[in-house]
């Protein structure tokens, strides 16, 4: 079918902490998938992806990992910092063409 | 800044009007992508252009249309206006080749209020 979802709609982390969003899909024949960062009245923004031949990709402060036996993606940010406050979305190509399927979302709340 | 731009960024219009949201998409992407944001549909996937012609198609209302012209900027025209239509606005834009996934960036949105 066509979904990618959220385990959990609200997250609270203390400053400094590291964070994990996940993320479960269900076309197994999903092959790219692309996290995006949410601000309060702002467009969505890439943070990072990563394609089914990885496992594990790393950014700034940011890795995402890829578990295809379960279908299921998580994002690890580090040393959460108040700026990383936000809505964040995995998403993935629907069929591997350009229409991208949103999960519903997960709202990172950091408390100083 | 993802280099993506949409005009207006907010819009305040009243019910059976019609209005157009402009975006410009980032220099050298040939692919459009229109998103509608709102509280209780999430991110929803309306249309995509590539390099002037529709690509693909979403759960686009037949009171939406929108194109994109020779520039690449696209517009997205929304007519006879319900309650139900406002929303976020999302544009975005990719050098998305065929059956190639691509990373989409997103512009700032229109913010569309209907009275």
């Not at chain 1, 949410?38 to 943070?47: A, L, T, V, W």
């Amino acid at each position: 079918g066509e979904s990618v979802g959220l385990h959990l709609p609200t997250l609270s982390v203390q400053e400094g902490d590291n964070s994990i969003i996940n993320c479960a899909y269900s076309n197994s024949a999903s092959d790219y998938f692309i996290w995006y960062k949410q601000e309060s009245g702002k467009g969505p923004q890439f943070i990072i992806d990563i394609r089914s031949n990885m496992d594990k990709r790393q950014g700034q402060r940011v890795t995402v990992l890829l578990n295809k036996t379960v279908k299921h993606l998580s994002l690890q940010i580090a040393a959460t910092q108040p700026g990383d406050s936000a809505v964040y979305f995995c998403a993935e190509p629907f069929n591997q063409g350009g229409k991208l399927i949103f999960g519903q979302g997960t709202e990172l709340s950091v408390k100083p | 800044d993802s280099g993506v731009t949409q005009t207006p960024k907010h819009l305040i219009t009243a019910t059976g009007q019609r209005v157009t949201l402009r975006c410009s998409p980032r220099s050298g992407d040939l692919s459009v992508y229109w998103y509608q944001q709102s509280l209780d549909q999430g991110l929803q996937f309306l249309i995509q252009y590539y390099n002037g012609e529709e690509r693909a198609k979403g759960n686009i209302l037949e009171r939406f249309s929108a194109q994109q012209f020779p520039d690449l900027h696209s517009e997205l025209n929304l007519s006879s206006l319900e309650l139900g239509d406002s929303a976020l606005y999302f544009c975005a834009s990719s050098d998305r080749v065929k059956r190639s996934p691509d990373t989409q960036y997103f512009g700032p949105g229109t913010r569309l209020t209907v009275l």
